[in-house]
C-alpha cells in the first residue's frame, strides 16, 4: 500500500485545520464507540504531535491553540457522554455557538397583512 493516502499537513496550523474539518464533520453524529476511539485519537494527535511541532515551528501560541482545541474535544466527549447537547461548531480554532435564531419571512405573502394606520387614513 502506498503512503499517499494518508493526508500529510504542510505545517502544524495545516494540521490543526484538518483536525477542525473532521471534528466538525462527526460533532453532531450519533454517540458511538467508533466515533469516542476517533474523537480520542484526534485529540491525542493533537496534544501529542501538532503541539510538539509547533514548538518546533518557533509557534508556541500555535501550540497553546493545539492543546485548547484537543481540551474543547475532551469537553464535546464528556458532554456527550452525559447525553447533553453540544451546539456550536469550531471555527479559527474556537468553538463558535449558533446563539441567534433566525427567521425566514415569505416576502410573497404580503397581500393578506393587515393595513396600517397610515394607509387606512389615506382612503
Known amino acids: 500500500m502506498s503512503e499517499s493516502r494518508y493526508y500529510q499537513p504542510k505545517d502544524s496550523k495545516d494540521a490543526m485545520r484538518y ?30 504531535d501538532v503541539a510538539q511541532e509547533a514548538l518546533r515551528e518557533g509557534q508556541p501560541n500555535r501550540q497553546k491553540t493545539a492543546l485548547q482545541m484537543a481540551d474543547i474535544m475532551g469537553q464535546w466527549q464528556r458532554a456527550r457522554l452525559l ?33 396600517t394606520m397610515r394607509k387606512t387614513m389615506h382612503k
Open 19 to 48: 483536525v477542525e474539518g473532521l471534528f466538525n464533520q462527526y460533532s453532531d453524529a450519533p454517540l458511538t464507540d467508533a466515533i469516542l476511539q476517533y474523537n480520542q485519537k484526534l485529540m491525542r494527535y493533537l496534544q501529542q
Open 83 to 115: 447525553g447533553k447537547p453540544f451546539i456550536g461548531k469550531m471555527k479559527g480554532f474556537k468553538i463558535k455557538r449558533n446563539s441567534h435564531t433566525r427567521y425566514h419571512v415569505d416576502q410573497g405573502r404580503r397581500k393578506n397583512r393587515q393595513p
